[in-house]
């Protein structure tokens, strides 16, 4: 099973909105509404931002939101801030009880 | 709280062995299944597989079969990555995380950094 493709990078000023893809297959991404949205910053253990490819955690902004077209999901962050600046990955399950991760992108918050 | 935490940095050398614990609190233990999930130097989260607490079944990732074993110590809320024969692509941080289904990792370990080098 081959990652699921994301950008590299992606950037964005303060205040403006930004949107990371994952692309997977109808085997992953397509086939199920189990895609969830990590943040990473530098050092530190990731943080689950979205799951269910919708839903926010608790005390999670609602400036992050979720969506999934077909064979592919999407991360937006509207009104970005400083500490937006991260990495994410997304992550979807594959079937027979296996995960799949995304390649990370790194956003800079310009 | 609820929280993972896991033990702290190994240093080993190639061939030996390294055991990784991930004691839970906060929590009924079986509420999440426990996943195993590494990053290399400068890489992304790879998903090395899970374990059912409630059962102790292990599924492991492609990649991550044969030297890889997950365990359970239930009576202390526990979880274990053991790695046998190390090999210096092995170094990285491991994280553990527990999910509630598929649709998450709801909370994360602090990771333990394995370094093999001779």
């Known amino acids: 099973q081959s990652a699921l493709t994301q950008p590299r990078s992606v950037s964005g000023s303060p205040g403006q909105s930004v949107t990371i893809s994952c692309t997977g297959t109808s085997s992953d991404v397509g086939g199920y509404d189990y895609v969830s949205w990590c943040q990473q910053h530098p050092g530190k253990a990731p943080k689950l931002m979205i799951y269910d490819v919708i839903k926010r955690p608790s005390g999670v902004p609602d400036r992050f939101s979720g969506s999934k077209s077909g064979n592919t999901a999407s991360l937006t962050i509207s009104g970005l801030q400083a500490e937006d600046e991260a990495d994410y990955y997304c992550?979807?399950?594959?079937?027979?009880?296996?995960?799949?991760f995304g390649g990370g992108t790194k956003l800079t918050v310009l | 709280q609820v929280q993972l935490v896991q033990s702290g940095s190994e240093l080993k050398k190639p061939g030996a062995s390294v055991k990784v614990s991930c004691k839970a609190s906060?929590?009924?233990?079986?509420?999440?299944?426990m996943n195993w999930v590494r990053q290399a130097p400068g890489q992304g989260l790879e998903w090395m597989g899970w374990i059912n607490t409630n059962t102790g079944n292990p599924t492991y990732a492609q990649g991550f079969t044969g030297r890889f074993v997950f365990s359970l110590e239930t009576s202390v809320s526990t979880a274990y990555l053991q790695i046998s024969s190390l090999k210096a692509e092995d170094t990285g941080v491991y994280y553990c995380?527990?999910?509630?289904?598929?649709?998450?990792?709801?909370?994360w370990g602090q990771g333990t950094m394995v370094t093999v080098s001779s």
């Open positions: 906060g929590y009924t233990f079986t509420t999440y299944a």
């Open positions: 995380a527990g999910s509630a289904d598929w649709g998450g990792f709801d909370i």
């Open positions: 992550c979807s399950y594959a079937g027979n009880y296996t995960l799949l």
